[in-house]
């Protein structure tokens, strides 16, 4: 299996434009993760499904984020319109409902936002 | 109050000594709980968890729980200057969703 899979691994783009985050979860996880990492806040949830319901969007910051997951193997984070405080590095992140809620880390987004 | 507390470092241990790493939780009923260690540019990636108070061990390394005192440690001996990383520790809530809360991380420095 060749991991959680997200693109694109780095975006630089400007204020105000939609960024658009995709993740590929290993199959078989049913559970998803969208977690966010700065230096100042370190790595937050923000958002959560199993089995592609969307169960816990509490830390999502605010309305100009929005996630999808139309489908087992695919998954979009949508940020419209960006800010430069959105600039952090993304991670997908998925999980088996049975065992251990071991967590396996995709590669990670980086976004600068100018 | 955070709700996984780290204290961020960097913890500078000589090649050769025990690494302590601790972390404490807020949430009481808790029930899982994760280390996690993350190179430089580089995604987490699991080291070891542990459900039940006391120890677990995993070849170098030694995840401790205590549950009444809501803290968690990670052990490491034999460090290697590999081993040089930021340690996340994660907490799962009391119900078995897979949402995993973060602590903002150790940072270890083993020096050769």
């Known amino acids: 299996d060749a991991g959680v899979i997200q693109s694109p691994r780095h975006e630089v783009t400007e204020m105000g434009q939609e960024v658009t985050l995709r993740c590929k979860p290993i199959s078989g996880h049913n559970s998803l993760f969208w977690y966010r990492q700065t230096m100042m806040r370190g790595l937050e949830l923000l958002i959560y499904f199993n089995n592609n319901v969307p169960i816990d969007d509490s830390g999502m910051p605010e309305d100009r984020f929005s996630a999808k997951m139309p489908n087992a193997s695919f998954s979009t984070l949508k940020i419209q319109p960006s800010e430069p405080r959105d600039s952090a590095v993304y991670f997908c992140a998925g999980g088996a409902s049975s065992g251990a809620n071991v967590l396996t880390f995709g590669a990670g987004s980086r976004l600068t936002v100018l | 109050q955070k709700e996984v507390e780290q204290n961020s470092g960097p913890l500078s241990v000589p090649e050769g000594a025990i690494a302590s790493l601790n972390c404490t939780y807020s949430d009481r009923g808790s029930q899982s709980f994760f280390w996690y260690r993350q190179y430089s540019g580089k995604s987490p990636e699991l080291i070891m968890f542990?459900?039940?108070?006391g120890d677990k061990e995993d070849g170098r390394f030694t995840a401790q729980l205590n549950k009444a005192s809501q803290y968690v440690s990670l052990l490491i001996r034999d460090s290697q200057p590999s081993d040089s990383a930021t340690y996340l520790c994660?907490?799962?809530?009391?119900?078995?969703?897979?949402?995993?809360?973060f602590g903002q991380g150790t940072t270890l420095q083993v020096k050769p």
């Open positions: 994660a907490v799962g809530g009391a119900s078995n969703t897979g949402k995993l809360i």
């Open positions: 542990i459900y039940s108070n």
